[in-house]
């Protein structure tokens, strides 16, 4: 019984990656959807939770959404300051 060793592998170099890397153009268009009101949220909710894009498309959505939903939380925030504001200097004039 003679012993042989397992030899590895040789390399091969990087694999292409299942999903090749966007165009440039589909990446133009998908900033230019996602710039829309309406349109761009629920473009962002459907490559971010969706199935169909690419892992990088994909992490840009909900990148995207975070800051949507960052931006939201801090208007509402200084408009209820604002209008706190506002409304101690209505009080304050009228006494």
Do not use: C, K
């Amino acid at each position: 019984m003679s012993y042989h060793p397992v030899q590895p592998a040789p390399y091969a170099g990087p694999t292409q990656a299942s999903n090749p890397a966007d165009s440039v153009g589909s990446w133009v268009l998908a900033i230019f959807l996602a710039s829309i009101p309406l349109v761009g949220l629920i473009y962002l909710l459907v490559l971010a939770f969706g199935g169909g894009a690419s892992p990088s498309r994909q992490n840009w959505a909900r990148a995207q959404f975070v800051w949507m939903l960052i931006g939201l939380v801090l208007t509402v925030a200084f408009l209820a300051l604002g209008g706190l504001a506002a409304l101690e200097a209505v009080q304050s004039s009228s006494s």
